[in-house]
């Protein structure tokens, strides 16, 4: 299918974008400019990002592979439909189905970055037959973010307290609605909740000089939309530690517990092979993540913390762990790589080991 070219911003020379229109909504993704054949591989971004992160790693894959980079609703140049929380990740696997029913695609390849790890591995629940495999590069939990413990993700509260749009930080929201990618300068330093200070703290491990495309994925970060229907989402008060839970409307609380899972993987009509990619540095999603809030209280950060006897830190890498290795026992196959010196965003900062893991896996 011969996609039609739109103008956009902060594309690579080779990259072309489209505009897409499905019947749930119209879609903005990433090709490679003039391919139109190959074997699909549908790469999925996560959350405060947009397609134009996978740019570089489309450019390097060989000719016969076909990288298809959308935007996830809520993000990106796609239409500003609104996040049901209380179906978890279903928004953005039934918009990526209907992508692919509108390209004319019926089985592809798929890479999901972060949140967009949890959308392929439900991609791959709900819509079995249209996955012929996952590369799950630093996924969330298969039990959600935050408030479980134990290697079946138990809820430590049952309102799934201290997840979801409560945990936003206002300032970084703020600066996202303002597309202000560094904040007003304190003592002569960037904010240091700023989205850019975020890619450097957070997003890739930290370095003494800036990254060459920064500029690209902070820019990429700022097509983040704000409110109570996108990011952060909306609230609701709790009895419970920290004072509030997740809301029903919004991407954080999409990824809350209570609505977030994929642990069923291993019971998918159809098991495709795995390839799990994270970064051993990893500061987002670690068995003791700097954005769970347990971590933050333990740190003293929020004030009240109850202690970890009652919300210990969440074991999110070793939760993956126990799904995949039940994936492996029920017949799925998958193979776990960890890049030492490296944070949440392989594909960022070990470019060329990735793509060798990826090329390798796809054969």
């Not at 809301?247 to 098991?271: F, I």
Request: charged residues 20%; hydrophobic residues 40%; proline residues 8%.
């Amino acid at each position: 299918m011969d996609l039609p070219a739109v103008t956009a911003d902060h594309l690579l020379e080779g990259i072309q974008a489209s505009d897409i229109d499905t019947h749930r909504l119209r879609m903005r993704v990433l090709t490679r400019a003039g391919q139109t054949t190959g074997r699909p591989l549908l790469l999925v971004h996560g959350n405060i990002s947009s397609s134009l992160f996978y740019q570089r790693l489309m450019l390097a894959l060989p000719d016969d592979i076909r990288p298809i980079a959308p935007d996830l609703r809520g993000y990106g140049e796609t239409q500003a439909e609104p996040i049901d929380a209380t179906r978890g990740l279903g928004d953005h696997v039934d918009d990526l189905v209907a992508l692919l029913d509108a390209l004319g695609i019926d089985r592809a390849d798929a890479m999901g970055w972060s949140m967009g790890g949890g959308v392929i591995a439900r991609l791959a629940i709900d819509a079995p037959g249209r996955v012929s495999s996952l590369t799950l590069q630093a996924p969330i939990s298969p039990f959600g973010y935050g408030c479980t413990k134990g290697l079946d993700g138990e809820l430590v509260f049952a309102d799934a307290a201290g997840t979801g749009g409560g945990g936003g930080n206002p300032r970084l929201i703020e600066l996202l609605a303002a597309k202000d990618p560094d904040g007003v300068l304190t003592d002569g330093q960037p904010e240091a909740v700023s989205p850019r200070a975020t890619l450097r703290g957070l997003y890739v491990a930290p370095r003494e000089t800036p990254w060459p495309d920064e500029d690209l994925w902070v820019a990429s970060m700022l097509t983040t939309r704000t409110g109570a229907d996108f990011y952060p989402g909306d609230s609701t008060a709790s009895p419970n530690w920290p004072g509030f839970a997740p809301g029903t409307r919004g991407v954080l609380n999409s990824m809350a517990p209570t609505y977030c899972r994929w642990d069923d993987l291993p019971d998918a009509a159809e098991l495709p092979p795995v390839l799990w990619i994270r970064g051993a540095n990893d500061l987002i999603v670690a068995d003791a993540a700097g954005l769970d809030l347990a971590v933050l209280g333990q740190a003293g950060l929020i004030p009240g913390y109850p202690g970890a006897d009652v919300i210990p830190p969440q074991p999110m890498i070793a939760q993956t762990r126990a799904v995949l290795d039940r994936y492996s026992t029920a017949g799925g196959a998958y193979r776990e790589v960890v890049f030492d010196g490296t944070g949440h965003s392989p594909h960022l900062e070990r470019q060329d080991e990735v793509l060798k893991e990826l090329v390798t896996h796809l054969g």
